[in-house]
């Protein structure tokens, strides 16, 4: 079993940046893919990027490429999120999301392939 806690959102302008957090509790973080999700006001949740367990493989969604950025630190149980450069549409509550994976270089992008999720930390960018 896995926890996953997320810290870090807040209330921004546009063009401003934050850094997502997600801690995770428990052994074999390591073993982990991570993931991070968001989801508006009035829309599905989305696939915002993801990591591998290694954390050498990463991917994103079109709209963030360039502006935001994940990593990890596995001797911390934590993942990271880095927004730059925020728009008015980056708005949304952020989900971190963790599953085990065989594989050091797999990626996932689907909500329903991970197994743990955070309680989400709400992001606010203001034009």
């Known amino acids: 079993q896995v926890q996953l806690v997320e810290s870090g959102g807040g209330l921004v302008q546009a063009g401003g940046s934050l850094r997502l957090s997600c801690a995770a509790s428990?052994?074999?973080?390591?073993?982990?893919?991570m993931g991070w999700f968001r989801q508006a006001p009035g829309k599905e949740r989305e696939f915002v990027a993801a990591?591998?367990?290694?954390?050498?493989?990463?991917n994103y969604v079109d709209s963030v490429k360039g502006r935001f950025t994940i990593s990890r630190d596995n001797a911390k149980n934590t993942v990271y999120l880095q927004m730059n450069s925020l728009k008015p549409d980056d708005t949304a509550v952020y989900y971190c999301?963790?599953?085990?994976?065989?594989?050091?270089?797999?990626?996932?992008?689907?909500?329903?392939?991970?197994?743990?999720w955070g309680q989400g930390t709400q992001v606010t960018v203001s034009s």
């Open positions: 999301a963790g599953r085990r994976s065989l594989s050091s270089g797999s990626l996932y992008y689907s909500g329903a392939e991970y197994s743990y």
């Open positions: 428990g052994s074999a973080f390591s073993m982990y893919a």
């Open positions: 990591i591998s367990r290694s954390g050498a493989s990463t």
